[in-house]
Nanobody
Framework: QVQLVESGGGLVQAGGSLRLSCAASGRTSSSYAMGWFRQAPGKEREFVAAISWSATNTYYTDSVNGRFTISRDNIKNMVYLQMNSLKPEDPAVYYC???????????????WGQGTQVTVSS
């Protein structure tokens, strides 16, 4: 099994920046693709970004492309989501996710973290 723990959420004013972290552990976590999803009140959970195990491939949803950056450190088993130019529509609970490939994450990840709250003030 893979265990994922998110951190780094908080309250940020519009236009500000925040970095989310996800610590991964488990028998296969070191070779898994990683990703981020988010869920705002009254909305379905949506995909945000994903990164392959080697970090050679990344994929972003259009609404965050150019503002958010996903990265990973396989030595530390950490995944990050750098969020810049935050907008009032960005606040949500952000979830770390993991599966074998980016395509698998897009289809529905096998593993989820508990989420971390991001709030943007306007």
């Amino acid at each position: 099994q893979v265990q994922l723990v998110e951190s780094g959420g908080g309250l940020v004013q519009a236009g500000g920046s925040l970095r989310l972290s996800c610590a991964a552990s488990g028998r296969t976590s070191s070779s898994y693709a990683m990703g981020w999803f988010r869920q705002a009140p009254g909305k379905e959970r949506e995909f945000v970004a994903a990164i392959s195990w080697s970090a050679t491939n990344t994929y972003y949803t259009d609404s965050v492309n150019g503002r958010f950056t996903i990265s990973r450190d396989n030595i530390k088993n950490m995944v990050y989501l750098q969020m810049n130019s935050l907008k009032p529509e960005d606040p949500a609970v952000y979830y770390c996710a993991s599966d074998r490939t980016i395509a698998s994450i897009l289809r529905g990840p096998d593993y989820w973290g508990q989420g971390t709250q991001v709030t943007v003030s306007s």
